[in-house]
């Protein structure tokens, strides 16, 4: 069964608390993202990493952090800096077929603030 | 100016009928163009992607590519009620993605 997975589904975060999102790949992607999705304001790219050990900030990185040490694993570390954590997470991978990457989606986890 | 445009809706479509999405987008050089489907409260799920100018059907969706324009739509033929949702326009460029806020549609029964 080939996909991507993300847990939790849901995540409670407390004042002054760092949280981790969990996203694992078995689809042998080489790309991986994160994107922050809030009510009608679309996908905005908050990391991605092309390769193992390497990654770049995308659109609104601050108050996260990220680490490739796997191919197939790609979490994010919602800090306490980040003031206004609840949205939907979402992660991606895409394959490349030669300048023609397609991206898929895990199925997300929802993040709200006690 | 956002690097992808779409009106943010509702469309609203009768069963059976054509429902119509549109897309613009700002970058060029934009090598990539993709339509997501996406259910209240879940992911993305990709449903089309096209990468030459014209035309490509794929059973009752049709996504329309005209890079001169800038513009990329798709068509959804013999709409149900079950394609009620919010439709994402995205545009990659070596990598990088690029999303729509996205068109949500209703189709009545």
């Known amino acids: 069964d080939g996909g991507i997975t993300q847990s939790p589904k849901y995540l409670f975060r407390k004042e002054g608390q760092n949280v981790t999102l969990s996203c694992e790949q078995n689809?042998?992607?080489?790309?991986m993202y994160w994107y922050r999705q809030d009510p009608g304001q679309g996908l905005r790219l908050i990391y991605y990493?092309?390769?193992?050990?390497?990654?770049q900030k995308g659109d609104i990185a601050e108050g996260y952090s990220v680490s490739r040490e796997k191919k197939e694993s790609f979490p994010l570390t919602v800090t306490s800096a980040q003031k206004n954590p609840t949205a939907f997470y979402l992660c991606?991978?895409?394959?490349?077929?030669?300048?023609?990457?397609?991206?898929?989606f895990g199925p997300g986890t929802r993040l709200l603030v006690l | 100016q956002k690097e992808v445009e779409q009106n943010s809706g509702p469309l609203s479509v009768p069963e059976g009928a054509i429902a119509s999405l549109n897309c613009t987008y700002s970058?060029?050089?934009?090598?990539?163009f993709f339509w997501y489907r996406q259910y209240s409260g879940k992911s993305p799920e990709l449903i089309m992607f096209?990468?030459?100018?014209g035309d490509k059907e794929d059973g009752r969706f049709t996504a329309q590519l005209n890079k001169a324009s800038q513009y990329v739509s798709l068509l959804i033929r013999d709409s149900q009620p079950s394609d009620s949702a919010t439709y994402l326009c995205?545009?990659?460029?070596?990598?990088?993605?690029?999303f729509g806020s996205g068109t949500k549609l209703n189709v009545k029964p």
């Open positions: 096209i990468y030459s100018n």
């Open positions: 991606a991978s895409s394959i490349d077929r030669g300048n023609q990457e397609t991206q898929y």
């Open positions: 970058d060029r050089g934009s090598q990539s």
């Open positions: 689809l042998n992607h080489d790309a």
């Open positions: 995205a545009v990659s460029n070596f990598n990088k993605f690029y």
């Open positions: 990493s092309q390769i193992v050990n390497d990654f």
